[in-house]
């Protein structure tokens, strides 16, 4: 009982967002888990791949947590495959997960081919569909999409934005966040037209969803205004950027890493736009790369 309450305080602080805090905590469950006789159960199973999760996150700040993530996603897919075989739902699920860490280890070729096995055992387990399946599906056409393999990656993000809200229905957050990802990846990858209606079906969503001024509906915002500026529509653009940032600002602080995203488009608009003044006072707000402007103000 006393694992199990550890756990999923770690489970919570980690699901709040909190991974410095959650870590000492799963720590320490995996400490005491130690040397007790090995389980291979579901729950067991579900704990390692969660653990997984913290771990990777928390390697985006600290590398040297990968290789535990690592560690925790193959044990976890292990256990899986003992108690259901190779071709159960929870084994492809277990697999992409396996994979979205080995990718972000660096071995690409590794990691598509898991995502490729894990995507393939989940089609099979779902032919109709479903939201296990959209996730996994979305998640491999944005890795292929950050190594450069256009066509591939908004395919699958495409299909993601298809399926995933079909399932879940219109009012699901999850839906519309497919769909967002399918519109920012258009705008990323160089056709804002394309993206245009596909971010305004998203942040219409959002907006009934989460409300007008949520954080999906801020930062769709910001990616709808930067297409308008790819499409020369400047006055639309600049009023979503403007709101998007002045918000983030007066909510965040102008240091915290999503207003500065939402200030390096504002810098972008005004240089497209060759207002330079405008640029400058926005720029000069930016904090210098890997440092802190915290002494910085809003301008209005």
């Known amino acids: 009982a006393t694992l199990e309450s550890l756990f999923q305080l770690g ?11 959650a870590g000492p905590v799963l720590a320490e469950w995996e400490r005491r888990s130690t040397g007790r006789p090995p389980r291979r159960d579901t729950l067991h199973a579900t704990h390692l791949q969660s653990l997984g999760q913290h771990a990777e996150m928390a390697g985006r700040a600290d590398t040297t947590q990968l290789p535990a993530a690592e560690r925790y996603m193959r044990e976890a897919l292990a256990i899986r495959r003992e108690l259901f ?23 690409v070729a590794e990691g598509d081919s898991l995502f490729r096995d894990g995507i393939a055992i989940l089609r099979a387990a ?15 056409g944005s890795k292929l999409l950050d190594v450069g393999r256009r066509a591939e990656g908004l395919a699958l ?40 209606p596909v971010l305004r079906e998203a942040l ?16 769709t915002e910001i990616g709808l205004g930067d297409a308008l500026r790819q499409l020369g529509r400047m006055g639309e653009a600049e009023t979503l950027l403007l709101g ?14 999503q207003t500065q995203s939402a200030l ?6 005004y240089d497209d736009a060759r207002r330079p003044a405008e640029a400058a006072r926005y720029r000069a707000l930016l904090a210098a790369p890997g440092g802190d402007r915290g002494g910085a103000t809003v301008v209005h």
């Open 11 to 21: 489970y919570v602080l980690h699901a709040a967002g909190r991974v410095d805090a």
């Open 244 to 257: 998007a940032y002045r918000r983030l600002a007066a909510e965040r602080g102008v240091r915290h890493p």
């Open 85 to 107: 075989g190779p071709r159960h739902a929870d084994v492809g699920y277990a697999t992409q997960g396996l994979a979205s860490v080995v990718w972000r280890r660096g071995r």
């Open 126 to 140: 779902y032919p109709d569909g479903h939201p296990d399946l959209a996730a996994a599906i979305m998640m491999h």
């Open 264 to 269: 390096r488009a504002v810098v972008t608009y």
């Open 204 to 219: 219409a969503r959002f907006r009934r969803q989460t409300g007008p001024a949520s954080i999906m509906t801020t930062r």
């Open 157 to 196: 993000l495409r299909e993601a934005s298809i399926m995933g809200p079909r399932y879940l229905g219109e009012d699901h957050l999850m839906g519309t966040t497919y769909i967002s990802a399918y519109g920012n990846a258009l705008r990323r990858t160089g056709d804002p037209a394309a993206a245009e």
